[in-house]
């Protein structure tokens, strides 16, 4: 069966391309909730119902394994749908937020002893407000290293100039909310894109921020975390291609997603 790859729009393809290209035979199926975007603004309840909603469409047609290419959805859904939601069997969704913790800490997330030292002092979140106010990430943090303080920024605006192709107000946004940032913290040891559409302006950031800040993008980490897991479990493997899907007008969303894949793909309508 193919693996389901979710995100609130465009962002999760950045996951979905990481993922291609770590597992070239896999087929996955991909699902944009661009009717709904952006989650970012949105409250818990209204996140869980709309992930819900196309995680449950992405079963239907088939994928037992759904990976949640969208942080918001992850910090505020997840957990929920893999305590309650989930039916009896083999169907699993993942998010992007474990694999990002476990990078950042080296420790499994089953490793529930105490706090250890990292040798990390700091690190900068940029993520979308609701992301931020769900505090997942310095709680998960806090858990499992000792002294790192998280300094956490909500990039207002952003998510919606990406989905619009707007290049110019990305950059505009992404400066001046790494200007923000660097008043709290002038010289961060990490930073974090704890939003799947961010790193389509990965560039803008990294040239925003201190050179000495070691910039975390998700893709790879996430590839590598899913890569590492479908090695365990095999039931989940299958050879084919992807195919995508949208919840918005196709035709939009093709072109828009053309730019950030390099090439164009059919899409259909959920
Ligand atoms: N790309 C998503 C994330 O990682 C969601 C952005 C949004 O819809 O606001 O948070």
């Not at 590839?223 to 949208?246: M, N, P, Q």
Request: proline share 5%; hydrophobic share 40%; glycine share 8%.
């Amino acid at each position: 069966m193919p693996i389901g790859v979710f995100d609130s729009g465009l962002g999760g393809l950045t996951i979905l391309r990481a993922l291609q290209s770590h597992l070239p035979d896999q087929a996955f199926m991909y699902l944009g909730d661009n009717a709904n975007t952006p989650y970012g603004t949105r409250d818990t309840y209204d996140v869980f119902d709309l992930t819900t909603k196309s995680v449950q469409t992405l079963f239907d047609k088939g994928c037992e394994l759904v990976i949640i290419a969208c942080n918001t959805a992850s910090a505020s859904a997840l957990h929920r749908m893999q305590v309650s939601w989930l039916p009896k069997g083999n169907k699993r969704v993942l998010g992007v937020f474990v694999p990002m913790i476990e990078n950042l800490t080296k420790r499994d997330w089953g490793d529930n002893t105490p706090p250890t030292h990292t040798g990390l002092e700091n690190v900068a979140v940029f993520a979308t407000q609701s992301t931020i106010e769900s505090a997942a990430f310095p709680r998960e943090m806090k858990f499992r290293a000792r002294d790192v303080e998280v300094f956490g920024h909500a990039c207002d605006g952003l998510v919606e100039a990406i989905e619009a192709g707007d290049t110019a107000r990305s950059e505009v946004l992404v400066k001046a909310h790494v200007e923000a940032l660097l008043q709290r913290l002038p010289q961060p040891q990490a930073a974090v894109l704890g939003c799947t559409h961010y790193p389509i302006v990965e560039k803008l950031f990294r040239a925003a921020l201190p050179d000495n800040t070691k910039l975390l993008s998700q893709p790879g980490i996430v590839a590598e975390a899913t890569t590492d897991y479908l090695g365990r479990h095999k039931i989940y493997r299958e050879t084919g291609d992807t195919r995508y899907f949208t919840t918005g007008a196709t035709e939009t969303v093709g072109k828009l997603a053309e730019l950030f894949l390099g090439h164009s793909v059919a899409w259909k309508k959920v």
